[in-house]
């Protein structure tokens, strides 16, 4: 990862583009990593890095518009900094990677990307044991004052997200937890059956028959700890299951 100016510095219009006939958002004649050289090799995804790179720029020049430009431009670092640690460096074949950044850059989720044959996949496809364990995180809670009209803090609570394995099942979890958001509402994810797909696990909602509703988990190494990323783009899982209560997306909780 050092090797892309974006993720270091946040300012790709100092990265110089390579001279490889694929170019990317980074220096192909440094390109270390499978990633860095599948990219470089790989027209489409080649194509896909440079429009992933001109939305990080354009979204970064959009915070100067906004109100709070700083805080604005700390939390584009930031996402962009949690895809490509969670998502995009997670990927192991060339679908995965296109996946992640086509649904980056569209800011939209492609649904039904777990395997169907999932009895069928390779030992260096199923989940490491990062992938199961509790994961936790502890935020402050806030709740609004009708009579001062302003949120005060009210202590914090810890989320907790515990992935179980299924005997003969390494592709299947079972997912249990309650998350307590900032505004200290709070959704249960009950007993939910959990589907492993490329580089992450996936909750579907079988409770709402006329739409998809997904969460998905992904485990990754970061801050040099286990931690776990939920992702919910386009927000329609916490909508199905617990109304508007809460953000599952973006939601980083560190392995126990």
């Known amino acids: ?45 080649s194509d896909l890095d440079e429009a992933m790179a001109k939305k990080y720029r354009e979204d970064i020049n959009n915070a100067a518009n906004n109100e709070d430009s700083e805080v604005y431009r700390n939390n584009v670092i930031i996402d962009q900094k949690l895809w490509l640690t969670f998502q995009r460096n997670t990927c192991k074949d060339t679908e995965c990677l296109i996946r992640e950044y086509t649904e980056h850059i569209e800011e939209q ?30 935020s ?11 949120w005060e803090d009210t202590g914090k609570a ?5 992935i179980h394995s299924v005997a003969n099942k390494p592709y299947l979890s079972i997912i249990e937890g309650v998350l307590i958001f900032t505004n200290a509402h709070t959704c249960d994810l009950g007993e939910s059956k959990a589907i492993w797909s490329q580089n992450h696990w996936v909750i579907n909602d079988n409770n709402q028959p006329d739409e998809t509703l997904e969460l998905r988990l992904y485990p990754a190494t970061y801050k ?31 392995r126990e």
């Open 1 to 45: 990862m050092k090797k892309l100016c974006i993720a270091i510095i946040g300012i790709l219009g100092t990265c110089l583009l390579s001279t490889h006939a694929n170019a990317a958002s980074f220096d192909c004649n440094k390109a270390t990593t499978w990633i860095e050289k599948t990219i470089c090799t790989n027209t489409e995804l």
């Open 109 to 138: 989720t492609n649904y039904g990307v777990a395997w169907n044959f999932s009895d069928e996949l390779n030992s260096s496809d199923l989940p490491r044991k990062n992938a199961f364990g509790k994961f936790s995180q502890t």
């Open 140 to 150: 402050q809670i806030s709740i609004y004052n009708s009579g001062t009209q302003r």
């Open 158 to 162: 810890k989320n907790t997200v515990s």
């Open 224 to 254: 040099g700890k286990s931690h776990l990323l939920l992702k919910d783009i386009d927000d329609q899982f916490r909508w199905g299951r617990c109304g508007a209560r809460g953000y599952f997306d973006g939601i980083v909780l560190e």
